[in-house]
């Protein structure tokens, strides 16, 4: 290795996190709403809420629609309190997470006619414990729509409650809206993101953010797919549309699975600038899902979905001299976004999707020159599909074009040298989407074990080596939910209450937060380290904290002695450290009980001289850090 030998540079933003509302990783994950069908617009209008109450009366309770007045949000709770008290439950997303000693915070609107009614609030636990209390009474009367906050504190701890109006009084109320967040949000914005996740990623450094995701952005069909413009301003305004994963799959079906929007394009922005991260959306270009519908806009209605795209560059960085830029300004931020890259479809393919792409490109390049746009490369990373598209763009000269694979193990140690012989030209690669696929007789969380996130490493030295080409990348999907998932493997799990990071989550995070600066060749007899002895490397240099860095898989069952040669002017520093994750067992698990099993275990060592001999556990993942002076 030549210390002071740069072959390729590495963009800051190399490493990030992709983010779709999968595995219910928004409602019900990362957005803090504990609620679920709070405005009641769900198909089944009353799903996720029950009356309790000991003799039915006509009329007590309805649903309203007023879809001619709101057609965002149409449907409202009225509520006819006569005689007998009863109660109103709701089950939250699979349970409610109850912290013992955390408030609670309330919120409702309503509009009543007469005074009389009063609300008792309460958590229950599972065994219907009143685990926090309230009393709510409404103090305005009217015809208008009045929003009310209340807080109150729980007692006791609970991963599976439920929330409960208790009805008091006489009189009539009509309530939409009827929301509960707990008080320890990210950075205690009102109505805002689950504290503990956000963490997991500002802990990772993600040099960006994509979102929304995934094929939410394509939809089922054009009518249901993703639209940014509905998703920001009040929460009771955003329009609220079925999840598109709510019955893809037959075996894990998810009838509750809505999206309420409650996390839109202004909290995906607002989290990216928090967490230091780049925004990368990704919007519709006409095209639904071509494994569901197939649907595509005629070409010569495909104009207002370009015009979504211009709109959203504008909302991100315009001024207040812009129609969308004000709107971002009235939202609370002055400061533009400062959006860099915008993504045109999401695993579409064909002829279809390259004549759209032709009129974004054109329409967009011309107002927003500076713009990166990113291209899909379809669902596979080889085949004719993935051929024609790839032959096309680098025609085109496209900015990026946006791979995904997700394969076995093996398939990703025999694709470490993928792109060592890709064409380095002015079309870069984004490796969107990316995730080893265990065996398939392991399910859920199971899937996510020590092999998958050691073969994942491997592959990505091979990303890195080839930093002038592979130029961004991010593992998918992010987040799944114990007891409401879909697809697995996943990046990080979570209950109710908790969350830990697999050991894929380690992998990625040791990369994110080391990439250097520099990418430094690194060889064993003159090649590149793909595999020889079952060993797969990479090595970068960081200009700005003068370290060497080295990323070095073993994948064999056996311990490995490795002395590297280290070339150049540089001298370097008495002491190196390593991180290492290994486990001799590739089935081992990261869990809520054992949340580090598999992660990085650090140890510092003396040098020898300019050379470095490193003893490599078998099954395992090494990150090696020297100082220079």
């Given at each position: 290795?030549e210390?002071?030998?740069?072959?390729?540079?590495?963009?800051?933003?190399?490493?990030?996190?992709?983010?779709?509302?999968i595995?219910?990783g928004?409602?019900?994950?990362i957005?803090a709403?504990?609620?679920?069908?709070?405005?009641?617009?769900?198909?089944k209008?009353?799903?996720?809420?029950?009356i309790?109450?000991?003799?039915?009366?006509?009329?007590?309770?309805l649903?309203?629609?007023?879809?001619?007045?709101?057609?965002?949000?149409?449907?409202?709770l009225?509520?006819?309190k006569?005689?007998?008290?009863?109660?109103?439950?709701?089950?939250?997303?699979?349970?409610?997470?109850v912290?013992?000693?955390?408030?609670?915070?309330?919120?409702?609107?309503?509009?009543q006619?007469?005074?009389?009614?009063?609300?008792?609030?309460?958590?229950?636990d599972?065994?219907?414990?009143?685990?926090?209390?309230?009393?709510?009474?409404p103090?305005?009367?009217?015809?208008?729509?009045?929003?009310?906050?209340?807080?109150?504190?729980?007692?006791?701890?609970?991963a599976k409650?439920?929330?409960s109006?208790?009805?008091?009084?006489?009189?009539?109320i009509?309530?939409?809206?009827?929301?509960?967040?707990?008080?320890?949000?990210?950075?205690?914005?009102p109505?805002g993101?689950?504290?503990d996740?956000v963490?997991?990623?500002?802990?990772m450094?993600?040099?960006?953010?994509r979102?929304p995701?995934?094929c939410?952005?394509?939809?089922?069909d054009?009518?249901?797919?993703?639209?940014?413009?509905?998703?920001?301003?009040?929460?009771?305004?955003?329009?609220?549309?079925?999840?598109?994963?709510?019955?893809?799959?037959?075996?894990?079906?998810?009838?509750?699975?809505y999206?309420?929007?409650?996390?839109?394009?202004?909290?995906?922005f607002?989290?990216?600038?928090?967490?230091?991260?780049?925004?990368?959306?990704?919007?519709?270009?006409?095209?639904?899902c071509?494994?569901?519908?197939?649907?595509?806009?005629?070409?010569?209605?495909?104009q207002?979905?370009?015009?979504?795209?211009?709109?959203?560059?504008?909302?991100?960085?315009?001024?207040?001299?812009?129609?969308?830029?004000?709107?971002r300004?009235e939202?609370g931020?002055?400061?533009?976004f400062?959006?860099?890259?915008?993504?045109?479809?999401?695993?579409?393919?064909?002829p279809?999707?390259?004549?759209?792409?032709?009129?974004f490109?054109?329409a967009?390049?011309?107002?927003?020159?500076n713009?990166?746009?990113?291209?899909?490369?379809?669902t596979?990373p080889?085949?004719?599909?993935?051929n024609?598209l790839?032959?096309?763009?680098?025609?085109e000269?496209?900015?990026?074009?946006?791979?995904?694979?997700?394969?076995?193990?093996?398939?990703?140690?025999?694709?470490?040298?993928?792109?060592?012989?890709?064409?380095?030209?002015?079309?870069?690669v984004?490796?969107?989407?990316y995730?080893?696929?265990?065996?398939?007789?392991?399910t859920?969380?199971?899937?996510?074990?020590?092999?998958?996130?050691?073969?994942?490493?491997?592959?990505?030295?091979?990303?890195?080596?080839?930093?002038?080409?592979?130029?961004?990348?991010?593992?998918?999907?992010?987040?799944?939910?114990?007891?409401?998932?879909?697809w697995?493997?996943?990046?990080i799990?979570?209950?109710?209450l908790?969350?830990?990071?697999?050991?894929?989550?380690?992998?990625?995070?040791?990369f994110?937060?080391n990439?250097?600066?520099?990418?430094?060749?690194?060889?064993?007899?003159?090649?590149?380290?793909?595999?020889?002895?079952?060993?797969?490397?990479?090595?970068?240099?960081d200009?700005?904290?003068?370290e060497?860095i080295?990323?070095?898989?073993?994948?064999a069952?056996?311990?490995?002695?490795?002395?590297?040669?280290?070339?150049?002017?540089?001298?370097?520093?008495?002491k190196y450290?390593?991180?290492?994750?290994?486990?001799?067992?590739l089935?081992?698990l990261?869990?809520?009980?054992?949340?580090l099993?598999?992660s990085p275990?650090k140890?510092?060592?003396?040098?020898?001289?300019?050379?470095?001999?490193v003893?490599?556990?078998?099954?395992?993942?090494n990150l090696?850090?020297?100082?220079?002076?």
């Open positions: 290795m210390t002071n030998k740069s072959i390729a540079k590495v963009q800051p933003n190399m490493w990030g996190v992709f983010f779709e509302d595995n219910f928004a409602d019900g994950g957005y709403e504990l609620i679920k069908n709070r405005s009641f617009e769900f198909a209008p009353l799903m996720g809420w029950s309790v109450r000991d003799k039915p009366q006509e009329g007590e309770v649903v309203v629609n007023r879809k001619e007045v709101n057609q965002a949000n149409p449907r409202y009225q509520v006819h006569n005689t007998t008290d009863f109660e109103l439950v709701n089950e939250g997303f699979k349970g409610i997470g912290k013992k000693d955390l408030s609670y915070n309330f919120s409702v609107m309503y509009r006619a007469k005074v009389g009614v009063t609300m008792v609030l309460q958590l229950k599972e065994n219907n414990k009143i685990i926090a209390q309230g009393n709510f009474k103090d305005n009367i009217g015809d208008g729509w009045h929003k009310q906050s209340l807080s109150f504190v729980a007692t006791e701890s609970s409650a439920k929330f109006i208790v009805f008091k009084g006489n009189g009539h009509d309530l939409d809206m009827i929301s509960l967040f707990p008080g320890d949000t990210w950075k205690n914005r109505q993101l689950r504290a996740m963490q997991l990623l500002a802990d450094k993600p040099g960006f953010i979102f995701g995934g939410i952005v394509e939809g089922t054009l009518a249901n797919r993703y639209q940014w413009k509905n998703t920001i301003g009040p929460i009771e305004g955003r329009k609220m549309i079925v999840n598109r994963w709510n019955n893809e799959f037959a075996h894990r079906p998810a009838p509750d699975y999206q309420s929007f409650g996390l839109g394009f202004f909290e995906y607002q989290l990216a600038e928090d967490i230091g991260s780049d925004a990368l959306p990704i919007l519709n270009c006409g095209m639904a071509q494994f569901n519908s197939g649907e595509v806009v005629a070409l010569d209605e495909l207002p979905y370009i015009q979504d795209a211009l709109d959203l560059i504008e909302f991100a960085n315009g001024d207040a001299s812009t129609v969308w830029g004000k709107k300004i939202l931020h002055a400061k533009p400062n959006l860099k890259m915008l993504g045109v479809g999401n695993e579409n393919w064909g279809q999707y390259m004549e759209r792409v032709a009129l490109k054109a967009i390049k011309a107002k927003y020159p713009i990166k746009l990113i291209y899909s490369s379809g596979d080889e085949g004719d599909r993935f024609l790839d032959n096309y763009l680098r025609n000269k496209a900015d990026f074009i946006d791979e995904h694979y997700y394969r076995s193990a093996e398939w990703f140690l025999k694709n470490a040298g993928r792109y060592d012989n890709y064409p380095r030209n002015d079309t870069k984004f490796v969107g989407e995730a080893v696929h265990a065996d398939k007789n392991l859920g969380k199971e899937k996510n074990n020590w092999q998958s996130a050691l073969a994942s490493a491997s592959l990505m030295t091979g990303l890195e080596r080839n930093a002038d080409v592979v130029q961004m990348a991010s593992y998918a999907p992010l987040f799944a939910h114990v007891d409401a998932w879909q697995a493997p996943d990046m799990w979570v209950d109710n908790k969350s830990y990071g697999t050991p894929d989550y380690y992998i990625q995070k040791l994110s937060t990439k250097g600066t520099d990418v430094i060749a690194i060889t064993l007899n003159g090649k590149n380290i793909t595999g020889q002895n079952g060993l797969y490397a990479s090595s970068v240099l200009k700005t904290k003068k060497l080295i990323k070095i898989a073993n994948n069952a056996e311990e490995q002695h490795i002395d590297f040669t280290l070339l150049g002017k540089a001298k370097l520093k008495s450290s390593i991180e290492t994750m290994s486990d001799d067992n089935n081992q990261n869990s809520f009980e054992n949340p099993a598999v275990q140890s510092i060592y003396n040098m020898k001289g300019k050379g470095l001999n003893r490599l556990k078998p099954y395992s993942f090696i850090k020297i100082g220079l002076n």
